[in-house]
């Protein structure tokens, strides 16, 4: 194809260059001809400025460079959806999968609309941001937004759907978002409390949990056979039906089992007819049981009691004609915050036991210590006030000892004999 020009057309306050190009258009190859903005006009003259030509000039210099092939060029809704989408559902775990399309369908489909994956530039992606964040979205989930984003853009320069840099790069989120909501461990009493209150087989698959530190699918997804020598060998995760792999090499870690998990699925072993092999915890048809199942039907009912008359909240709510008072929680019930705050209170247990965060690393088989002593290990306001009763002590100590003898500002304290020649 010759090289072309452009031509730069004034219109109303703006100078466009138009050209020809082609593009995908609805799966279709067509020739058409896009505008270009330039920049505003600033000048009386119809003759556009020397800077409006220079980037004119720039522009069609990389359009006659046909660096992206014509059936490359498509908008971005068409790539995320035809390309990066269908590629995260296949390389990526289906709950990934799930929550990037998520993101794309409540977020980013409806700002990208009429934007071409080329010509997308910083300003557009912070402008989307922008707009996103007005919506009172918390701060990780706008920065798991532009995660989407800067891998979309990345795995569009891998297929040549994108050239120059990833236009995320520079952007950010708004820093006076609301700030995350803080995640949940389970206390070694509340585990305790929660375990006692449970029927089985859920009491036995919360246990493995909380004193295994197993994921949510990893725990659906056990089967006898990964039970042996006292550990317990993860060798799947089962996520809405679908059975995946561990989450990572490390994942794959034996986790030995305490003496008081031991017992629990020993006894859950006999009341299962003593099998050697198959789920651990299974439905009456024989498959793995639904832990998501498990919470709506057992756990919440056994948690979410009344004060008053020790029902469940869902019988209040199926028969409010049956109760002369109104539903109240029991506060003395610990709270249902998900199978992770067990996992989570796993970590967080360990290291107030004073257990290194490297073997905790490897007990809950992270990839990396940061995110155990990020995510994981919470601590306690017992433990802060603990740790400062310690600085307070070892500061009295010191002090009894004659080695602090002065305050911030050099003055000698009381109590303390200063020799003349120091105040001279």
Not at 139 to 164: C, P
């Amino acid at each position: 194809m010759n090289e072309q020009k452009g031509m730069i057309d004034r219109h109303r306050k703006r100078w466009l260059l138009r050209y020809w190009e082609d593009r995908m258009v609805g799966g279709t190859l067509k020739r058409v001809r896009p505008s270009k903005f330039l920049g505003w006009v600033t000048t009386r003259g119809k003759r556009p400025p020397d800077d409006i030509r220079k980037a004119a000039e720039q522009h069609m210099a990389t359009v006659n460079q046909n660096i992206i092939p014509a059936e490359q060029i498509v908008t971005l809704p068409a790539f995320a959806e035809q390309v990066y989408l269908p590629h995260v559902e296949q390389h990526q775990r289906p709950s990934t999968a799930k929550a990037y399309r998520d993101i794309w369908e409540r977020h980013l489909k409806a700002p990208c609309q009429e934007i071409w994956l080329k010509d997308t530039k910083c300003f557009h992606v912070q402008s989307w941001l922008n707009e996103i964040g007005k919506g009172g979205l918390s701060r990780n989930t706008l920065k798991h937004i532009k995660s989407l984003l800067s891998g979309m853009f990345k795995h569009a320069k891998q297929q040549n759907y994108y050239d120059g840099i990833n236009p995320v790069q520079d952007t950010k989120v708004n820093p006076a978002s609301t700030e995350p909501q803080e995640t949940v461990a389970y206390s070694l009493n509340e585990v305790q409390k929660i375990l006692s209150l449970l029927p089985e087989p859920a009491a036995t698959a919360f246990a493995v949990a909380a004193f295994a530190g197993l994921r949510h699918g990893e725990v659906q997804g056990l089967v006898w056979e990964n039970y042996r020598n006292g550990e317990i060998f993860v060798s799947r995760s089962i996520w809405n039906g679908r059975i995946t792999p561990p989450k990572t090499r490390k994942g794959r870690a034996p986790v030995p089992v305490i003496r008081q998990l031991a017992e629990r699925l020993e006894m859950h072993r006999l009341r299962s007819g003593d099998p050697e092999t198959g789920p651990m915890f299974r439905n009456t048809a024989g498959k793995p049981l639904s832990l998501t199942s498990v919470v709506n039907r057992v756990i919440l009912p056994a948690l979410n009691r009344c004060e008053i008359c020790c029902k469940s909240e869902a019988e209040h709510k199926a028969h409010p004609v049956k109760f002369d008072h109104n539903y109240e929680r029991d506060r003395n019930f610990p709270e249902w915050h998900g199978w992770h705050a067990a996992r989570r209170g796993l970590g967080s247990n360990l290291y107030q036991l004073g257990v290194p965060d490297m073997v905790i690393q490897r007990i809950l088989r992270h990839a990396n210590v940061s995110t155990t002593t990020g995510y994981y290990i919470k601590t306690a306001a017992d433990d802060v006030r603990t740790a400062m009763t310690k600085l307070e002590s070892t500061l009295e100590a010191k002090s009894e000892g004659g080695l602090q003898t002065r305050d911030t500002t050099g003055t000698p304290k009381p109590g303390f004999a200063v020799e003349s020649s120091t105040l001279q």
